[in-house]
């Protein structure tokens, strides 16, 4: 099992780009998350999935957009890319409701945006 | 409605205890503990659940009191390895919006 994978693990933008993180997991779960986590600060979340073909927003959903055709892939889009974007995301799944069950992280992707 | 921890952060030496509060201003129906060291992804501890019952994969104890809407991780014979930042996280009250506490960073000297 390679748990959760994301893809890539560090990427520069320039202000105005568009780019996608990938994250893939093999463990069936029906839940996934994104989360975004500044220097020093803890992890907000972006957006979840509580299973295939769906969708909602968290905490902080401006400038991101993501989808799950996929039941084992939650994609990420940033589709113009600001300065304010540049941070470390997380992407997570658990096998229930976030409440009652453990995340698995991925490792996480670095991004600057210049 | 993020929850508040204490400490922000501690220094300890090996074999000291710390206890990390997590509070909440919000009800709380379960609270999860992560770690996360720097530059890694976080890594589940435990979770609490409402009526006792608890789900872990360490030997690292933890309190719920639901009335107080408040948590507390107790670490105790702190090792070296239990330096990293601390996170406590619940669900939001009728969502699924998972949110995660302020942190404490945690550091344990030899």
């Known amino acids: 099992n390679a748990g959760v994978t994301q893809t890539p693990k560090f990427r520069v933008l320039k202000t105005g780009q568009s780019m996608t993180l990938l994250c893939a997991q093999d463990?069936?779960?029906?839940?996934m998350y994104w989360y975004r986590q500044d220097p020093g600060m803890g992890l907000r979340l972006i957006h979840y999935?509580?299973?295939?073909?769906?969708?909602a927003k968290g905490e902080v959903p401006d400038g991101y957009n993501v989808s799950r055709l996929k039941k084992q892939n939650f994609l990420l889009g940033l589709e113009s890319a600001a300065p304010s974007q540049t941070s470390v995301y997380f992407c997570?799944?658990?096998?229930?409701?976030?409440?009652?069950?453990?995340?698995?992280f991925g490792p996480g992707t670095r991004l600057t945006v210049l | 409605q993020q929850p508040v921890q204490s400490p922000q952060a501690v220094i300890l030496r090996e074999g000291e205890d710390a206890v990390i509060n997590c509070s909440s201003s919000?009800?709380?129906?379960?609270v999860h503990w992560y770690r996360q060291k720097h530059g890694e992804a976080p890594v589940f501890l435990m979770i609490?659940?409402?009526?006792?019952e608890q789900k872990g994969h360490e030997k690292i104890s933890a309190s719920f009191n639901e009335k107080k809407q408040q948590s507390s991780l107790y670490l105790t014979a702190s090792q070296l390895s239990y330096s990293g930042t601390y996170f406590c996280?619940?669900?939001?009250?009728?969502?699924?919006?998972?949110?995660f506490g302020t942190g404490t960073r945690l550091k344990v000297l030899a």
């Open positions: 919000k009800a709380l129906y379960s």
């Open positions: 996280g619940t669900v939001l009250s009728g969502t699924y919006k998972y949110i």
């Open positions: 609490l659940l409402k009526g006792g």
């Open positions: 999935s509580v299973g295939e073909g769906t969708t």
């Open positions: 997570a799944s658990s096998s229930g409701t976030g409440g009652y069950n453990e995340q698995f």
């Open positions: 463990m069936n779960h029906e839940y």
